[in-house]
């Protein structure tokens, strides 16, 4: 499976935008760019994905790099809420083998 | 909302027992999912099962067994608990959304085995 990259932890003040990179550069062409995030003592959630075009939800935007080596969860408007661990992953649309989590972004979110 | 649940979130066992980790989901999803998460190691694939019946090894299967009998319920089995499977265990469910697969996952079931 394709690794990514991500910084071990960033910091951010409350109701500022955040980007949180992630490095993907051995991605392959059908791999999916997926964003969870952990809250503290919860399991993982969903908070977007994409394949080549930016995407937003009502979560957070996803823009992806034009070689699609990397690409950024932007979180427009950050709440103590955020405050979490965010995952980057590659999936490869079989969809059915699970996820690989790797070590994540712990955001701190300073109010 | 989509609900997966676990059949508890702490559980405390000595070391041999054999412990059953039930989870549910009700949404009629195919795939189902077991990891395990740990500190530093972050969360690994323990087993899978795409189907009533079907399962498959993840990166991390020694140790455990699992059951499908029905669409809804994944169970994770633990046959005879030791103190290295102390840990936190979290069931997720998916279902295809554009072309990939999107996970919803339990809260988690918190494991000590002593």
């Known amino acids: 499976d394709a690794k990514t990259t991500q910084p071990n932890s960033m910091e951010s003040n409350e109701e500022e935008p955040v980007h949180l990179p992630c490095n993907h550069s051995?991605?392959?062409?059908?791999?999916?760019i997926h964003w969870y995030r952990q809250l503290p003592s919860q399991g993982p959630e969903y908070v977007i994905h994409g394949l080549t075009s930016n995407v937003n939800n009502r979560m957070a935007s996803l823009a992806i790099a034009e070689d699609r080596k990397s690409s950024t969860l932007i979180l427009h408007r950050a709440t103590l809420r955020d405050a979490a661990v965010y995952y980057c992953i590659l999936e490869s649309g079989g969809g059915a083998d699970g996820l690989t989590f790797g070590k994540g972004t712990h955001l701190i979110i300073q109010p | 909302d989509v609900k997966v649940t676990q059949s508890s979130r702490y559980l405390v066992k000595r070391t041999g027992e054999k412990v059953f980790l039930e989870c549910v989901q009700d949404?009629?999803?195919?795939?189902m999912f077991w990891y395990r998460q740990d500190p530093g190691l972050g969360l690994r694939l323990i087993y899978f099962?795409?189907?009533?019946?079907?399962?498959e090894k993840g990166d991390i299967p020694e140790g455990y067994s699992v059951s499908r009998e029905k669409k809804e319920r994944f169970s994770l089995i633990l046959e005879s608990a030791s103190t290295n499977q102390t840990s936190m265990y979290l069931c997720a469910s998916s279902f295809p959304k554009g072309g990939t697969y999107e996970q919803y996952f339990g809260p988690g079931t918190r494991l000590t085995v002593t």
């Open positions: 949404m009629d999803h195919e795939n």
């Open positions: 099962s795409y189907d009533v019946k079907m399962k």
């Open positions: 051995t991605i392959s062409g059908t791999d999916y």
